[in-house]
Structures are given as C-alpha cells and as structure tokens.
C-alpha cells in the first residue's frame, strides 16, 4: 500500500526565508503528484500539479519538483511571507484514480 | 462560479443517531470523493465514485455510507455504526477520464457527543 510521507511536520521560519519541504512516497507507480495549501478549518486548495512523466512545475514564488524513480517530491518556496502560514499536503495518484495524502507540513512565517 | 459545496458547515449530533453531510459540486466533474481528516493527520479515504451509480470503498469506509445518484452530488451517511464519528469531513472531485487535479469543498466539521 502507498505511503506517503512528509518531513519537518512543522516548520517556522522568518519572513524573507526561502524554505523547502519535502514529500516522499514508496511506491513509485503513480501518475501524478499534488500539492495542495489548507488553511485552519478550511478545504485544500491546490498549489501545482506534477505529472508522473514531468520533473517540476513553477507557479509565482512556487517550484515543485518530482523524483519519481526515488519516491521524492520538495516544494520550493521563495521569498516566504506571514500570508504563506498555513498547512502544506502533498498527495500521489495512483491505479483507480485513487489519492494518497501525507499528514502535512505546517508552515508558520514570521513577521 | 463553478466549486464544490458542503453543507452544513458545522454539525452537532448526539451519539447514536445517522447524520447526512451534503456534497454538491457544479464543475461537470465525474469523479467525486469524501475524505476523514482528524487533527495532525492527512485525509483518509472513505468512499469514492468515478461514475453515476457506482461507488467504491475507500480505506475507512466502515461506518459510512454513500448515494451517487446524479453527477453534481455525492452525499455521505455517518451512521451509529461508525465508531469514532467526531472528525473534520472534506469532498472531493476530479474531471475523471485521466484529468486527476483534485478540487476541494470546504469541508463539515461533525461534532458527536
């Protein structure tokens, strides 16, 4: 069975800081990858898709790569800011469109 | 504009009783999906459905059950069997045919006392 894991499980930071956090997984056979940003007592909203054939995507300040043959995902964040706070989950597709979350790394952002 | 609604947003039940949390989404998607998150870990999945009149089970469906009647809804059942009801609920739906972005409602938090 899949399992996806992400480390630190929380991270604070100040502002200005670039940060990295990071997503693994054990079974490589996946088709995409997510990222996705959850505020408090809110749905995810996503952040960037990967596709399993793809090595990163960009979005504004946000760089996700993908290492699928070692089961890794970073998610890059440049030039945090106190908006950025928030919990960050990524999660792999795999057979029968079926989605597997990490636990999350949650974010805090200094003034 | 086009998005996922859950309601209600906040629920109380006492134990023993079936509750019904409500998933409507109007983005023309085919798949639809409902997902447990408790405090300090990722969702896990309980029932998902790729089609209208078919669903499957999920990793933690016991307890839970589901209709896919028309496209746009997807409601969830917590019923008295369910042990540990209490927990935040979330829907899901991608477009399906291979299209996996995945959108979010946002979520029902169920309180059973």
């Known amino acids: 069975k899949q399992e996806v894991t992400q480390i630190p499980a929380a991270l604070s930071v100040p502002e200005g800081e670039n940060l990295v956090l990071n997503c693994s997984f054990t079974d490589s056979a996946i088709y995409n990858l997510q990222w996705f940003r959850q505020d408090p007592g809110k749905g995810l909203t996503s952040l960037l898709l990967i596709q399993s054939s793809q090595r990163e995507q960009t979005s504004g300040r946000l760089n996700a790569s993908l290492d699928k043959s070692s089961g890794r995902s970073t998610l890059y964040i440049a030039a945090s800011q106190p908006g950025d706070s928030a919990t960050y989950l990524c999660?792999?597709?795999?057979?029968?469109?079926?989605?597997?979350f990490g636990s999350g790394t949650k974010l805090n952002v200094k003034p | 504009d086009g998005g996922i609604t859950q309601s209600p947003k906040y629920l109380f039940r006492k134990e023993g009783q079936n509750v019904t949390l409500s998933c409507e989404q109007n983005l023309n998607h085919d798949a639809m999906y409902w997902y447990r998150q408790d405090p300090g870990q990722g969702l896990r999945l309980i029932y998902y459905s790729q089609i209208v009149n078919d669903f499957q089970k999920g990793d933690i469906a016991e307890g839970y059950s589901v209709s896919r009647e028309k496209k746009e809804s997807f409601p969830l059942t917590v019923t008295s069997a369910q042990k540990n009801p209490t927990a935040f609920y979330l829907c899901?739906?991608?477009?399906?045919?291979?299209?996996?972005?995945?959108?979010f409602g946002p979520g029902t938090r169920l309180t059973v006392t």
């Open positions: 999660a792999v597709t795999g057979n029968f469109n079926k989605f597997y």
């Open positions: 899901a739906s991608t477009l399906g045919a291979g299209r996996t972005e995945q959108y």
